[in-house]
């Protein structure tokens, strides 16, 4: 099934409700943006003269032309790659060229920064800025036919964040992502037409992908006025719109909650918060509930390659706060998705029992076919069918799945493991820390000794030995940081997603 007929469906049922609004205002109704993505496909194929299969990357911010945009390629039968706008140029034309495209639609300010690295692109022919005339002037054709596709055709070329390297483009079929979105209704949330999605994050990841199943129920699509995540817009939203739905990286949610004015805020619209994309911190989580409720959130553990959902915690085990491992529960990334295989494995792929912590693998519809023109990185993550995620884990015995980090960031010191998430969870304890992150630093003896970055709440002081006692009350000893930095803030990438990479390097040019 070509995607773009979730669109066609939701516009027969749905054409009077509204499709997608910006602020607090309705931008287009299902049936106005029903009309207008046909036309659209049609400029692209006779006016852009794009071929079946083509890509055509989208590097916008949060906007109401993005999913017209988007629905208008798939009805052309085209892929779409979405990019982050928060990139640097040089960025953006990395994954421009890499994947290939052909043209690319834009916000006016980043059609500008394009056209100031155009000579990096040669094969993009068409520079298409979605706030200009130009872009208007594609829906003057006659409306064209959907295209035909077949379930492995490519859909979205999914990049990843790049946080050790290159970005590379995961392939998302059509089959792949409507496994998503039918895993959504199945574990995740039910939507009904009067709902909304409002998209703080950007639409080239998570909130994006999570569109679609919104589109496909009639569902509003709301996009902030500041195209991003403020707390007071976000809060003012929630206020005006029922039913709101948001997906938020954990980062997120810590700034909402830590927000003087969410107190007082009217949050009554709030559906769900979907947080997935890094650590919940259990502290973080169990403040989260007690402001907003314990029936508003649900948890992913995904990957782009695999998207959104591995496993996840649905909204009722964050109800079932009687429970006796209610916190390990509710702390962990939950259970195995309906319509897909997890293990936890060894080094050798042989599967490891109950408790037991090793690399987390998947096979199913939602897996990606492989990366894009990168044969080699296909082959160290697809295994007989198995995605090889690089996070390491272990199921317990009610088939909860607790990661402990990724694989690269696990430290060894002394012969033993240790997973930083663990020592992340102790320090956070303590009232006076904010964030925090733990590193590796090489050790002569010890192989690596345990370094902790720390970022001190407002108004707030850290004593050292404080921190120290706190992880000696509740850790083994060798898991203890040897050294405690105190920064302003963490480094992170622009999904929020904090940058362990960058530690280890600050370390690492100290020591040359």
Known sequence: MNLASLLRHASLTYGDRPAISVGTKVHQSYGELADRVPRLASGLANELELKHGERVALVMKNCAAYFEAMF???????????????????ELAFIISNSGSAACFATAELADAIEGVRDEL?????????????????FSDTPMPMADVVPEDLAWLFYTSGTTGRPKGAMLTHRVLTSMIMNYYADVDGIEPQDCMIHCAPLSHGSGVYGLPHIARGANNVMPESGGFDVAETLDLIAHWPGATFFFAPTMVTRLINAEITASADTSNLKTIVYGGGPMYLEDLLKAMDLLGRDKF???????????????????????????????????TGLIRTDLEVKVVDEQGEELPTGEIGEVICRGDVVMVGYWANEEATAKSLK??????????SFDEEGFLTLKDRSKDMIISGGSNIYPREVEEVLLRHPGVYECAVVGRPHPDWGEEVIAFVVQADGGTVDEKELDQLCLDNIARFKRPKEYRFVTELAKNNYGKILKTELRNLMDAESA
């Open 122 to 138: 040669p094969e993009l022919r068409q520079l298409v800025s979605v706030d200009a005339a130009a872009y208007e002037a594609l």
């Open 384 to 393: 007989d069918g198995w995605l090889w995620t690089g996070d390491v884990g």
């Open 72 to 90: 208008a390629c798939w009805h052309a039968g085209l892929a779409v790659v979405p990019i982050n706008a928060k990139l640097h140029p040089r």
């Open 298 to 332: 649900v948890q992913i553990y995904g990957q782009g390659e695999a998207p959104m959902t591995i496993t996840g915690n649905p909204k009722r085990i964050f109800r079932e706060a009687d429970h006796p491992r209610y916190h390990e529960r509710v702390g962990s």
